[in-house]
């Protein structure tokens, strides 16, 4: 059904199609087997550096934050709270240890289950206070500000806290502590 | 144009549904919860180290039940594969969920592991061994991979060519939501495959009226409608061809390749100027899309055909400059790539912004080079090789960081040294008297301790005696003896002075012996009290000692190896970059070369179109002339003096637009 003109207007293109395959095969191509071969080394280099994160990991845990003086702080929310986080702050003893703003996906990282170690450093043995604050935006709008405060205990072991937070909808408390 | 059957086309399927790494379950570990985070974020090699890491403490236990992570064991070691799939460490991953089939675990278990076994193998392409795993699924599936199972036993049996098998799974699959519009399309390729044109026909115009506002089915629709489009260009059949064209949208993937494709429809029912209508739409789009620079020759060409030469040569002649101006552009590009300016695009921080770094790299200002290499982005084989070049230069700033950080260490740890070596010869001088203090104190006590308990069994009032009673029965003993000695003065009245204070003090000692037990026991108890006290003095100093010689003896060795490990590896990963670099570039200068040779053609042909078009409007101009000098002679100087002026390209367009008013219907 091809009208006489448009078989030669489309032989011509097929004339240019068979150059550039021409082409094509003479050109520097890059096969399968390279990408493959070359895939396969970079699996293996990610095996190496994930086993030197470990290695160092256990180094800098040893050196930096021993167990007799470690404390470290989690994060967390309720699953299923829509409640906007926008930042938090931790105080220990009165002085800002860490303070941190949410990215939208570190939040919807909290929201779906996830726990952020927001601090991790060194305190002595006895008691500490540690206070809690956080502020957001509220899921009908408005700002939403809280904060809390609680005792820390530490012992010759590392100390791990978790704060979960709530926000105004939730039916549960607004800042809960769980010494793990 | 044929209705073209490849099994490329049949591994269409959506973004994976399935959240693997989501919990399932109360979270019971503070640290699994910590790797989730990490995963939810696609953070992908944190997640992987820091499960790592917790997986082998807890291999490590002497009793692993007793840990926290015991709860979440089976979702971690799924975990650890899922995770190596994302951070595309195929091999790794695979060994893991192999791990999990060859331990005696729960059928639903084992079933999850094989339907990610077989996944995985599909994705790498090796549709054998993806037969194989997915076989492996025996008895019940479970309930929440139920449907992407069915989905990829479909898939996968289409690939080792079982279409009718596929065909009964699919249509089950039928109605299915988050596959609709993917079963749809699956299914009329595989109907194509066993040579059942009608169904694969009419599930094909399905799939071309499904409702839906995700993009991804929206844009299968339309892939669908081009298909069918196609088939009935190949069957002659112009007009449901035209349908099927019209039914594609104008904003999605496939629009270009639909204008183009409406436009040739009309053409081949001699409709030239219906063609023009979908063409000038498309003539005004992206000029550096392929559908677009066809376009640009069309046009004319159909202009042509509407014998308005003069518009026609106009526009080979703005076609011949940008394929120019292009053609330039692509050899800045292929030069830029040459110079390595692609590979630092890809590794910047704009392209780092956002999880679709690969789709916007297209939008980085001054990067001529990613703007011919769109289809090529999409290819799967490129796609990996970006992604991994791009995981690359993470590990690459990793590696320098580490070994920045080692340095950091070393530092801190000779200022350690220098603070506490001074310190503790000090140190341990005391701790070794307050050593000996406490160990005396022990002794001490654990002598009174058995004093305490012979008594009990063997009742000995004297040791319980006071000093000023003791003192008393020596003196008394001593009088006895001087009496004994000199009898002159040992008087009756001093012999029983003497006896009778012997039997006070004798009852006195015997008869409070049992409150004095009592109270010598209670005082022992106190003093247990005060040697714990002492105790627990003594083991936090030795605990304070050995954290202070730990701050910084036993580092050196470990930190030199790892130093060595990471120069290691960095230049190892320093080789690998620099070919994947390679590959990456040679696959864009080969996709724009290729490119360029096309616009080299075009070029060639819009010259010779363009010589011809002019060629015929000034045959018309002529003609047009000469039958106006033949109705008035007194005008034809006038107007041999404006057809000599036309010889300028200028002129021409003039002339062209007389010419056009008068041929367009």
């Given amino acids: ?180 | 144009m044929s209705l073209r059957f490849s099994i490329a086309a049949l591994l269409l399927l959506p973004l994976f549904a399935h959240g693997s790494v989501r919990p399932h379950q109360e979270m019971r570990d503070i640290f699994y919860g910590e790797i989730l985070y990490h995963a939810y974020q696609h953070d992908y090699f944190e997640a992987i180290s820091h499960l790592d890491i917790e997986l082998g403490q807890y291999y490590a236990l002497d009793e692993p039940d007793l840990d926290s992570l015991h709860w979440h064991r089976g979702q971690a070691e799924f975990a650890v594969g899922d995770l190596e799939l994302y951070y595309r460490m195929h091999q790794r991953a695979g060994r893991a969920i192999e791990t999990v089939l060859g331990k005696n675990v729960a059928e639903s278990e084992r079933n999850e592991a094989a339907f990610r076994l077989a996944r995985l193998y599909y994705r790498k392409q090796d549709y054998v061994n993806a037969l194989h795993a997915i076989e492996l699924i025996k008895g019940e599936v479970p309930k929440k991979i139920r449907s992407d199972e069915a989905f990829m036993r479909a898939q996968i049996y289409v690939s080792v060519g079982k279409f009718n098998d596929a065909i009964t799974i699919l249509k089950q699959l039928k109605g299915n939501d988050t596959y609709r519009g993917y079963i749809e399309y699956n299914l009329a390729m595989a109907y194509l495959q066993t040579a059942q044109t009608e169904l694969a026909v009419a599930m094909l115009d399905e799939l071309g009226k499904l409702n839906s506002g995700d993009e991804a089915v929206l844009a299968l629709k339309d892939k669908g409608n081009l298909k069918l489009a196609n088939y009935y260009v190949d069957a002659g059949d112009a007009e449901q061809a035209a349908k099927y064209f019209s039914r594609i949208r104008l904003d999605g993937p496939f629009s270009n390749k639909a204008l183009l494709g409406a436009g040739w429809v009309a053409v081949a029912q001699q409709r030239y100027d219906r063609a023009l209508v979908p063409w000038s739409l498309l003539h005004e789009r992206e000029q550096t899309n392929i559908s677009v620079q066809e376009a640009m020759m069309a046009v004319p060409f159909a202009y042509s055909k509407l014998n308005v030469h003069g518009k026609a040569a106009i526009m080979y002649g703005k076609a011949m400059d940008v394929f120019a101006s292009e053609i330039d552009s692509l050899d800045a590009s292929i030069k830029s790539i040459r110079e390595g300016r692609f590979l630092t695009a890809l590794v910047s921080e704009q392209a780092d912004q956002d999880k679709n770094w690969v789709v916007n790299l297209r939008k980085l200002p001054d990067s001529p080079e990613t703007r011919y290499i769109m289809e090529l982005l999409a290819a799967h084989d490129f796609q990996e090789s970006l992604k991994n070049y791009k995981d690359l230069a993470d590990l690459r700033q990793h590696l320098t960081t580490w070994l920045d950080s080692l340095a950091v260490y070393e530092d801190i740890i000779e200022l350690r040294r220098q603070y506490y070596e001074p310190l503790l010869p000090q140190v341990e001088k005391k701790f070794k008297k307050l050593d000996s203090r406490i160990r005396l104190r022990i002794e001490q006590r654990d002598r009174l301790n058995e004093r305490i308990q012979s008594l009990l069994v063997l009742r000995r009032p004297v040791y319980l005696a006071t000093a000023n009673e003791r003192a008393d029965l020596d003196r008394l003993v001593k009088i006895k003896l001087a009496l004994e000695a000199n009898p002159n003065l040992a008087t009756e009245e001093t012999l029983y002075r003497v006896e009778r204070l012997s039997g006070v003090l004798d009852w006195r000692i015997k008869s409070e012996f049992d409150d004095r037990l009592t109270a010598a026991y209670k005082n022992l108890k106190d003093l247990d009290g005060v040697i714990d006290d002492l105790n627990k003095q003594y083991r936090a100093f030795v605990r304070t000692r050995q954290a202070a010689t730990q701050s910084y003896e036993g580092y050196t060795i470990p930190i030199q190896q790892l130093r060595t490990h990471l120069r290691d590896t960095q230049v190892k990963l320093k080789g690998i970059m620099a070919r994947q670099g390679r590959v990456l570039e040679q696959m864009a200068i080969n996709e724009l070369d290729k490119r360029r040779k096309r616009l080299e053609e075009y070029q060639i042909k819009a010259r010779f179109a363009l010589a011809e078009s002019y060629d015929r409007a000034t045959k018309e101009q002529e003609k047009k002339l000469l039958e106006q000098s033949a109705i008035t002679p007194e005008k034809t100087a006038n107007t041999k003096t404006e057809t000599a002026v036309t010889e300028t390209s200028a002129t021409a367009a003039t002339t062209t637009a007389n010419a056009e008013e008068e041929a367009t219907p």
């Fill in chain 1, 1 to 180: 059904m091809h009208s006489h003109a448009h078989k030669i207007f489309r032989q011509s293109l097929c004339i240019v199609l068979a150059a550039l395959l021409s082409f094509a095969a003479s050109a520097n191509e890059v096969s399968r087997e390279q990408i493959k071969g070359l895939d396969e080394q970079v699996q293996d280099i990610k095996k190496d550096v994930l086993n030197l994160s470990t290695e160092l990991a256990m180094l800098e845990e040893k050196l930096l934050f021993p167990s007799n003086t470690q404390v470290s702080l989690f994060v967390s929310m309720h699953k299923g709270d829509d409640f906007r986080l926008d930042s938090m702050q931790l105080k220990l003893n009165e002085k800002v240890v860490a303070q941190h703003l949410y990215s939208f996906r570190e939040l919807e990282a909290l929201q779906s289950g996830g726990v952020q170690r927001l601090y991790l450093g060194n305190i002595k043995t006895g008691d500490h206070e540690l206070v809690v604050s956080y502020s957001g935006k509220a899921p009908a709008g408005g700002e939403y500000k809280r904060s809390g405060s609680y005792r820390v205990t530490k012992d010759v072991g590392p100390k791990f806290i978790e704060i979960k937070i709530a926000g105004p909808e939730s039916t549960e408390q607004d800042i809960q502590f769980r010494d793990w």
